[in-house]
């Protein structure tokens, strides 16, 4: 099957329009080959949790399934480990990037691998990304760069998403922790780390537990997600509000709810002129301790109202095979970058899978640097460096 693959791929790009280099090790994946398998099939997939590999090929590996993906990842990239440590999840959600600093600041995870629960807050951390290229370019595999721990005010409880630098700082939302309320949160990327608290309720009511959050491009205004996993992981109490999207408007102080009807919304985007918006429904997540495989693992696009901003036009964009699209991200080209159970999904602006980068394990979030693609697979980060660029999120 490998010989047949490679032979594809060969014929693929002599006759494409695309970029005509694959980069070492990449795989590649041709649709037609696998539209049909026929009953005595052995490999069925059961389990969302378990990646689609059917080159049995060791990952981290990049596989494209559209010869456009090339252009994309370029002729060289590849999928080099920068930072690791099996006995804790301390790379999990909210990466931001500072360009200034050349840093990506990000978060560890809830639950008991994160070491952090009802009674214990999450650990947000940054890892220097010129120290990353110095090593990776002295070395030919993997390197292991010390991230440095951040010791924010106690007004910070369980960051979960993050973008900017917004005004120049982080702009976090956080799960909250306990009774403590979820918040939409500042923090100086420099020390002492100080933290403004943006909001922390709606109406005097708190939120379920924030989870990640866009400003819509052009503007000041802050959209974020608010699903039940706090309560799902046992860090928040039960649900109290429906698992919305709400724009909330800093210099007015103004907050609505602009999409609804989740199963439990996640991650969320937008298009480079701000006229769309993606969102993830991450129901399939919404047992304990397991996954729903008939509830959505699915991206929604939606056209956003020049004059509300309210989000409208729901429809499909993509769905994600394995597990469910955590964190989202948009390139330059228009293609969606989404976490999933297997490693970093793209679909291109039609919403058509064209590669992967399979890391054969949940992957929930990524952010573009200087440096290429950073990954956050809980207890490693990698980077792999595609000559896409990413949207600028600096406010």
Not at 60 to 89: E, K, Y
Not at 92 to 115: K, M
Not at 124 to 131: A, F, G
Not at 144 to 168: A, E, S
Request: charged share 10%; glycine share 8%; proline share 7%.
């Amino acid at each position: 099957m490998k010989s047949v693959v490679g032979a594809i791929l060969a014929v693929a790009l002599a006759t494409a329009s695309y970029a005509t280099v694959s980069p070492p090790g990449a795989v590649y994946i041709d649709p037609l080959q696998y539209n049909v398998v026929g009953a005595n099939y052995t490999a069925w997939r059961n389990s969302s949790t378990v990646g689609f590999n059917p080159t049995n090929t060791a990952p981290p590996f990049i596989q494209v399934f559209d010869p456009s993906f090339l252009d994309i990842i370029g002729p060289s990239a590849t999928i080099r480990s920068i930072a690791s440590n099996p006995g804790f999840a301390f790379a999990h959600e909210a990466p931001i990037y500072v360009p200034d600093l050349n840093v990506v600041f990000f978060v560890s995870a809830g639950g008991a691998l994160g070491y952090s629960g009802w009674y214990n807050n999450s650990v947000v951390s940054m890892i220097n990304m010129t120290e990353v290229d110095a090593a990776l370019a002295s070395a030919t595999g993997n390197v292991n760069i010390q991230v440095q721990t951040l010791h924010l005010p106690d007004t910070v409880q369980m960051v979960n998403g993050g973008t900017g630098p917004y005004k120049g700082d982080l702009l976090f939302v956080t799960a909250g922790r306990a009774l403590l309320p979820p918040s939409v949160v500042r923090v100086n990327p420099y020390p002492p780390y100080n933290a403004t608290v943006l909001l922390d309720n709606f109406l005097g009511r708190q939120f379920n537990s924030l989870n990640d959050l866009k400003v819509l491009p052009g503007t000041d205004i802050i959209f974020f997600t608010d699903p039940a996993y706090g309560w799902f992981n046992g860090v928040r109490p039960d649900p109290k509000l429906p698992s919305q999207v709400y724009r909330f408007d800093p210099s007015t102080g103004q907050l609505r709810v602009v999409a609804d009807q989740f199963v439990q919304s996640n991650g969320i985007a937008f298009s480079a002129d701000g006229k769309n918006a993606y969102v993830t429904d991450t129901g399939a997540f919404e047992v304990l301790h397991g996954i729903n495989q008939t509830l959505p693992a699915t991206i929604y696009k939606y056209d956003v109202d020049p004059q509300t901003q309210s989000f409208t036009n729901r429809r499909v964009f993509a769905y994600a095979e394995s597990s469910a699209p955590d964190g989202i991200e948009l390139d330059t080209m228009g293609n969606v970058y989404g976490g999933c159970g297997d490693g970093i999904h793209v679909w291109n602006p039609e919403g058509t899978l064209i590669g992967k980068f399979y890391l054969n394990s949940t992957t929930s979030q990524m952010v573009f640097t200087k440096s290429g693609l950073v990954i956050l697979e809980a207890t490693a980060m990698y980077v792999t460096n595609i000559q896409a660029h990413g949207l600028t999120l600096a406010t």
